[in-house]
């Protein structure tokens, strides 16, 4: 079993450009979220994707946007690059029942400059 | 969503049991319980879960008192790999929307071991 995978590793863009962050979900999962963590921040919630739709949401703009696959697999987009969105772009991904355990994967490093 | 509040950093040395204390007055009826561990650059990682009194599994203990106000979180004998902040996580497992529920994460416990 892979387990949360995402995809790229590292990436450098520039203010004003766009960025799409991808996600597999462990073998299971149906249920994705994203947070995004600042240097020494803990997680922070952005979305959580659900059946394809988006069903929670954090206190992001709309510059935060997402998107499920029907294999359940995900991706995170971001537009209008501000140098604050410099994080560490985590997934998680869980099933829809009270097991509640979340499993996170690598994280993406976007660095904006 | 209940608060929670852990103490910023602790130290400890290796073979040590240590424990780490959360506070979540306002925890309310559905909430669950839950610590991650994480390390530098990696995503959080599941260490336990609860909701009353005392679960323990391969890795750690988790000690909840009747009132669930606080929970303790004790790993026996720690090694310098479990140098690494520590997340205590309150929340109901299911949203209001039928889905799992988002997790919110505090500043955490940064927890280091030496020799």
């Known amino acids: 079993d892979a387990g949360v995978t995402q995809s790229p590793t590292h990436l450098i863009k520039t203010r004003g450009q766009q960025v799409t962050l991808r996600c597999s979900p462990k073998?299971?999962?149906?249920?994705v979220s994203w947070y995004q963590q600042a240097l020494g921040q803990g997680p922070q919630f952005i979305f959580q994707?659900?059946?394809?739709?988006?069903?929670q949401r954090g206190n992001f703009p709309d510059r935060f946007s997402g998107h499920q696959f029907p294999n359940y697999s995900s991706e995170l987009n971001v537009n209008a690059l501000l140098l604050g969105d410099s994080a560490l772009y985590l997934c998680?991904?869980?099933?829809?029942?009270?097991?509640?355990?979340?499993?996170f994967g690598p994280g993406t490093r976007l660095t904006v400059t | 969503l209940a608060k929670t509040t852990q103490p910023i950093s602790m130290d400890s040395y290796e073979g040590q049991e240590v424990n780490i204390t959360c506070s979540h007055n306002?925890?309310?009826?559905?909430?669950?319980i839950t610590w991650y561990q994480q390390f530098p650059s990696q995503g959080p990682r599941f260490i336990i879960q609860?909701?009353?009194t005392k679960v323990t599994n391969e890795v750690a203990s988790l000690f909840i008192p009747a009132d669930r106000k606080s929970s303790t979180l004790s790993l026996p004998r720690v090694s310098l790999s479990d140098t690494a902040v520590y997340y205590c996580?309150?929340?109901?497992?299911?949203?209001?929307?039928?889905?799992?529920?988002?997790?919110?994460f505090g500043t955490g416990t940064r927890l280091q071991v030496t020799l």
């Open positions: 998680a991904s869980t099933r829809a029942d009270p097991t509640y355990e979340q499993y």
């Open positions: 073998s299971g999962h149906d249920t």
């Open positions: 994707y659900y059946e394809e739709e988006e069903r």
């Open positions: 306002n925890i309310a009826t559905n909430d669950y």
């Open positions: 609860g909701y009353k």
């Open positions: 996580l309150v929340g109901d497992p299911i949203s209001v929307s039928g889905t799992a529920s988002k997790l919110t």
